[in-house]
């Protein structure tokens, strides 16, 4: 929590007279408080009910090749490799690293580097096989980590 988060709290909890013998909070200072922390909790990206697209895929289309997708927030970076159309049994290819969001249930990926679509729209599948599900019909089967 930074100092001004801190400060703000000081001032909610704080009776209105004396804080720390030298400095008197009024009501007014109270709603400004209470108004600047609802602010920035209006303004922070909502991520609790997206999904934690986190993990390693099998791409049929791309036999062998790497497809990771690592997310901090609500930002997700794609890695993967591409072959001539599979990769060799370790994953070896040409390397590529893609940008993308999410949005609930939906990844948001630039493929743009890849000759694709700046914003193409995958979305989570949960069954038969979890996995993202792409508008090609494709789908990015989410690998069992505890077999590999």
Partial sequence: MSRLSLSFLAILIAPSSVVMGWSI???LQKAAA???ISAAIAGAPMVADAHDFTGSYADVKHPNCKREVVVEGNVATLKGTDGT???PADGSGR???LPGKIDGDSIFVDFSPKGGPKDLK???EPSPE????WPDNNLWRLKDVSKE
Avoid: Q
């Avoid at 979890?130 to 599900?133: A, F, M, S, T």
């Fill in 130 to 133: 979890p996995g993202i599900r």
């Fill in 85 to 87: 159309p599979g990769c």
């Fill in 122 to 124: 995958g979305l989570w």
């Fill in 95 to 97: 390397a590529w690293n």
């Fill in 25 to 27: 909070v009024t009501p």
């Fill in 34 to 36: 209470v108004a600047t």
